[in-house]
């Protein structure tokens, strides 16, 4: 089984406070609190992965998050908010299936979450880039499948702050497979502020049926939506909607 290993950071404890929802208590009770999901940045305190997105978002000053959808084919090399190249990537674009999914995604939140979603088709000002990939320099040998890297802001250097979402075609088909769309929706879930469970994504009390930011795969198969749990913690972030529906 290829292992949903995205290396965002290896996040440790520093819930915030609500319901008890420590690594003690939440096996015991079987279920997943939201605030499992809100772990704070380990050696930062008071810092989540959310504040991140918060510092994009104050790049315009709006409650839209701009996202980019790249369809390159070849090699590119991403870099810092400092203009430093730290990663090595090759592109293999995405398809009119790829890039409907992403989308369905985002417009799916939409109405959930007081956050509003715009693609953009340069990744100028964006918040989120996705780059679909055979090959990352920085993966090395490891099976990895996807990577969101937090870049400038508080967190990563300074200056403009944007999410590059990495995730890797595993069969080469223009269709996308249930464990490519779960691996899409985990890179959206911390690129918009969610931990993976209680910081332990393997913990086998809980499987993508529990919440998409597990590693376990569920009896019936990768999930590629938000489990009730997911979307509860991103409203405790964002809040829920309150825009008028046109």
């Known amino acids: 089984m290829t292992l949903l290993l995205d290396s965002l950071l290896t996040e440790v404890a520093g819930l915030p406070e609500g319901s008890c929802s420590c690594t003690t208590c939440m ?18 305190p008071r810092f989540h992965l959310y504040d991140h997105t918060v510092d994009a978002l104050l790049n315009d000053g ?24 730290d990663t090595a ?12 999914f ?24 964006t ?3 996705f780059y679909s990939v055979d090959y990352v320099s920085a993966w090395g040998d490891q099976p990895m499948v996807g990577q969101a890297i937090p870049r400038g802001g508080r967190l990563a250097g300074g200056g403009g702050a944007w999410w590059d979402v990495l995730w890797r075609d595993t069969d080469g088909l223009l269709s996308l497979n249930d464990l490519d769309g779960n691996t899409i929706v985990h890179e959206i879930g911390h690129a918009l ?16 049926d529990d919440t998409v930011m597990s590693y376990n795969i569920s009896p019936d198969g990768w999930d590629y939506w938000f489990s009730d ?13 309150n825009d008028a529906l046109v």
Do not use: C, M
């Not at 992403?102 to 000002?125: A, H, K, S």
């Not at 749990?229 to 909607?241: H, K, N, P, S, T």
């Open 229 to 241: 749990a997911d979307i509860a913690a991103l409203q405790a972030i964002w809040g829920v909607e």
């Open 102 to 125: 992403i989308e369905y995604v985002f417009n799916r939140l939409d109405p959930l979450i007081d956050l509003d979603f715009r693609r953009r088709y340069t990744n100028y000002g």
């Open 127 to 129: 918040e989120i880039d």
């Open 62 to 85: 709006d409650e839209t998050l701009d996202y980019y959808i790249d369809k390159s084919f070849g090699w590119d090399y991403l870099e810092n908010a400092d203009g430093w190249i």
């Open 89 to 100: 990537i090759h592109s293999v674009g995405h398809s009119t299936t790829d890039i409907a």
């Open 193 to 208: 502020g969610l931990s993976h469970p209680n910081n332990d994504p393997f913990n086998g009390n809980w499987n993508t």
């Open 27 to 44: 096996p015991l009770a079987r279920r997943l609190s939201p605030d499992g999901l809100l772990a704070e940045i380990p050696g930062l």
